[in-house]
């Protein structure tokens, strides 16, 4: 008898928070990390996200829809401590971390 296994995958959110005084220093760290990239959203592509919410927050949460193709060139030519300048005005960035394929779970005994 075959078992049927349903796989489902989701985006987990984990919220800490960063002393202000530290802030530029742990965005510094983000930029550099190989494993995190910025995440610039788009009207068309993410439009179901742009619709949810209402303008308010998706200026303050989402505040790069407005950014044009030519500001996020910019964004990612300049170089890491300018651009940890740059988005640390912004009252919220986004990071995506990949995540290791190659990681194997250990069972508790």
Known sequence: MELKTKYQYTTF????????KEY???LYKLIKN???????????????????????????????FCFSKN???ELNKIDDELKTTVLG?????HF???????????SRK
């Open 13 to 20: 959110i984990y919220p800490y928070i960063v002393e202000e």
């Open 24 to 26: 530029n220093k742990y």
């Open 34 to 64: 190989k494993n995190c990239k910025n995440i610039y959203y788009n009207n068309e592509k993410d439009s179901q996200l742009y619709n949810y919410f209402l303008p308010q927050i998706r200026e303050f949460l989402f505040n790069n």
């Open 71 to 73: 500001k996020i060139d």
């Open 89 to 93: 005005k912004y009252p919220c960035v």
């Open 96 to 106: 995506e971390y990949k995540v290791n394929n190659n990681i194997s779970r250990k």
